[in-house]
């Protein structure tokens, strides 16, 4: 059975969607909701908004996480992956790390990973963003990374942490222990975030 067809430009025009959609937007802001951002962002991709409200609603979303993450390192907070609005703050940090990583700015992206590692609060994707961390500081290629390390033909769809690669072609252990070099290097850069616990 086919899939009905959205008729966008209908729905551009219907008032109840336009004050959903308003309302939304207004919580984000108000609440500082990367999550609600998420869901805005999803939207207006899928209506074909224009490209700056695209952008506005992305660089919200960044600088909002970049702002949560930099009161959680203060407290020494970990993220809670379970807790929708942690979650997407996550996910935006990890898409911004995979942006830099993608433009080849080889100390941002490591770092991005390597804060994430610090602070997410699930093993599988700590050890993930270890891994990430290694591949940068081991000189592979964004391309190279995604080709031969990660896997992503394992995705479930329904996983709420689908957007993270946390799969690859070697089982973490065995990852981490042939970037046994580089995992020490990462966990000597964190020392600096673990000394300003005191």
Do not use: W
């Amino acid at each position: 059975m086919q899939e009905p067809q959205i008729d966008i430009e209908a729905l551009k025009k219907d008032e109840n969607f336009i004050n959903d959609l308003k309302k939304l937007e207004d919580e984000m802001r108000s609440q500082g909701s990367i999550d609600k951002g998420y869901k805005l962002l999803g939207t207006k991709l899928a209506i074909e908004a224009s490209e700056d409200e695209i952008n506005e609603i992305f660089t919200f979303i960044v600088n909002q996480a970049f702002d949560v993450l930099a009161d959680y390192l203060t407290k020494h907070k970990g993220f809670n992956l379970n807790d929708p609005e942690e979650l997407a703050t996550t996910r935006a940090i990890y898409e911004h790390g995979i942006q830099r990583y993608s433009e080849n700015d080889i100390k941002g992206s490591k770092e991005i990973f390597l804060v994430l590692h610090h602070t997410i609060e699930d093993n599988d994707l700590k050890d993930a963003m270890m891994i990430h961390a290694c591949a940068v500081m081991a000189g592979h290629s964004f391309d190279n990374f995604i080709e031969n390390l990660a896997d992503t033909s394992s995705i479930d769809e329904s996983d709420p942490t689908v957007f993270f690669i946390k799969s690859f072609t070697q089982p973490n252990d065995i990852l981490l222990t042939m970037f046994a070099k580089y995992v020490k290097l990462g966990q000597n850069e964190l020392k600096v975030l673990e000394e300003n616990k005191s």
